[in-house]
C-alpha cells in the first residue's frame, strides 16, 4: 500500500476528518419511489433484512462452512445456471428467490440500456466511471472506510475495479441475458455486503474510525454508491451537452433501479425517475463525502495498481486530468494534484474530445490524442482486471 505524504493528508482533511458521516433528516418521500408507498424510514438505519440472518447463519457454522460455500458458487455463473447443489437449505431459498427479476422489469427497458455502452456513450461511461466514480469513491466517507478494513483492501484495483465493472456492466444488454452473469453477480454481491455486515464489526480499525455507525452498507450507503455512479455521470452527461434522449435516460435509470433491487435495496427507496433520483442524490450525497486517510490512500492504491508505483509525471497528469473531471471539491478530499497550467488544457481539449465524438463532420480533428495515452491504457487495464476473480464471501477483514 501507497505511503500517503503528509502533504496529501493535510490536503485532503483526512486528518480532521475522523468523525463519522452525519445525515440529515430523512426527508425523500417513498411517493417518489418505484414502490409509491411506504414506512419511511430512514434508509439509514436500515440494512438487509433478508440476507443478513441468513449470511449471519452461515458465519455461525464456521469459516470452513463459508469456504465450501465459495467453492460450491464458483460454479455459479450465469443467468440461465439452476442454484447448484450441495448449499445448505436456507441458503439456496435466499439464493432462489434474490435471483429473481422484480414484477416491474421491463426487458424492453433493459435491453434498450444495453445499447448505451455502444459507439459513443460506452467510452463517456468508461471515462467518467473510471477517472469519476472510481475516484469519488475514495471520498466516500464510509465507502472508503469499510473498503480499506475489510480483506479486499488489501488489493485496491481488484476490489474498485469489481464495483465499477459491475456498475458498468448495468448497462450491457449481455449482462441480462440468459448466458450473461449480471443476475448472478449482483446475488452474489449482496451476499458478499451481508459478510460484511457481519464482519467488519469485528475490526478493531474499522470500529475505531468511528463512521457513525455499528454496522456497515446501510441502505442509505448503497444509494450513496449509486448516485456517485449512476446520477453523477448522468448529471456529467447532462454538463458535457451530451445527454441521451429521455427514452435512453429513463432505461439507464430503470436498469440501474433493477440491480438495486438484487443488491437487496428496498422498492420505497428507488427514485421512479430521473427527478426523485436527483432529489435523493441531493439528500445524500454531501454529507457521505469527505477527506479521510483511507480514502487518500485507496485512490492512490488505484494509481498505483494502474500505472504503477513510480512515473511520478504520468501520475501527475492524470491526477490532474481527474480533477478536472471530478472537479476540485472532490479531488481536494482525495488530495489530487492541482496544476494551474494542466488545467486549462483539460478543460480545452476535454470539450473538445466530447464534441469531436458526437460529432459528423469529419475535420474536427479527433482530439482523443489530446489525451495522454495514458487514458486510454487507463480504462483498458481498469476494466480488463486480469483474469476475472469470481465474487467470493471473504473470510477475515483486512489481514494485518
Ligand atoms: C464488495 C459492488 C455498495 C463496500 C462488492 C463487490 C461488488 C460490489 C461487485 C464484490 C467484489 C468482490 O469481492 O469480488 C457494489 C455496488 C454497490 C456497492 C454496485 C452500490 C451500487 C457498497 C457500499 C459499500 C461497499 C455502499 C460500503 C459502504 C463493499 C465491501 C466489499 C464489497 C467492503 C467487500 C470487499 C472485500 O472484502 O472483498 N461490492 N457495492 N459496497 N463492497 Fe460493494
Known sequence: ??????????????????????????????SASIAGTGDGLDPEYV??????????R???????????????LKGWTTNDQPVPAGLPGYLEDFIEEARRLPAWADQGKLKLAGTFNEEEYGFFLALLYTLGSGLISCAIKREA???????????????????????????????????????????????????????????????????????????ADILVTFHSLGTWVMKKFT?????????????????????????????????????????????VMGP?????????????????????????????????????????RYADMIAFDKDPVLAPVWANAVPLLVRSYQSTVPDIPLVSNLLPEAVHTFIKIY???????????????RPE
Not at 47 to 56: F, L, T
Open 145 to 219: 472506510w469499510a473498503v480499506y478494513y475489510s480483506y479486499g483492501g488489501a488489493n485496491m484495483r481488484e476490489r474498485i475495479a469489481k464495483t465499477t465493472v459491475l456498475g458498468y456492466d448495468v448497462m450491457d444488454a449481455q449482462g441480462w441475458t440468459a448466458t450473461g452473469r449480471l443476475m448472478v453477480d449482483s446475488v452474489k454481491t449482496r451476499m458478499v455486503h451481508a459478510a460484511v455486515r457481519h464482519l467488519l464489526p469485528q475490526s478493531p480499525h474499522w470500529s475505531s474510525v468511528g463512521a457513525g455507525q455499528k454496522v456497515p452498507i446501510s441502505q
Open 58 to 72: 452461515l458465519y455461525g457454522e464456521g469459516l470452513d462452512r463459508v469456504a465450501e460455500v465459495n467453492e460450491i
Open 288 to 328: 457521505a463525502t469527505g477527506g479521510t486517510r483511507e480514502g487518500v490512500e485507496l485512490a492512490q492504491a488505484l494509481l498505483d495498481a494502474v500505472i504503477g508505483e513510480g512515473n511520478p509525471l504520468l501520475r501527475h497528469e492524470l491526477e490532474s486530468l481527474g480533477r478536472y473531471v471530478i472537479g476540485d
Open 1 to 30: 500500500m501507497t505511503n500517503v505524504s503528509r502533504r496529501r493528508l493535510l490536503a485532503s482533511g483526512g486528518a480532521a476528518a475522523a468523525a463519522g458521516a452525519t445525515f440529515p433528516l430523512w426527508t425523500w418521500a417513498p
Open 239 to 283: 454538463e458535457w451537452d451530451i445527454a441521451p434522449s429521455k427514452e435512453l435516460a429513463d432505461a439507464f435509470l430503470h436498469a440501474w433501479n433493477v440491480d438495486l433491487h438484487l443488491l437487496g435495496v428496498q422498492e420505497q427507496y428507488l427514485p421512479k425517475d430521473w427527478e426523485a433520483a436527483y432529489a435523493q442524490y441531493d439528500q
Open 47 to 56: 440494512w438487509d433484512v433478508r440476507a443478513d440472518p441468513v449470511i449471519e
Open 383 to 397: 476494466f480488463s482486471p486480469g483474469d476475472p476473480a469470481p465474487i467470493t464471501l471473504p473470510l477475515s477483514n
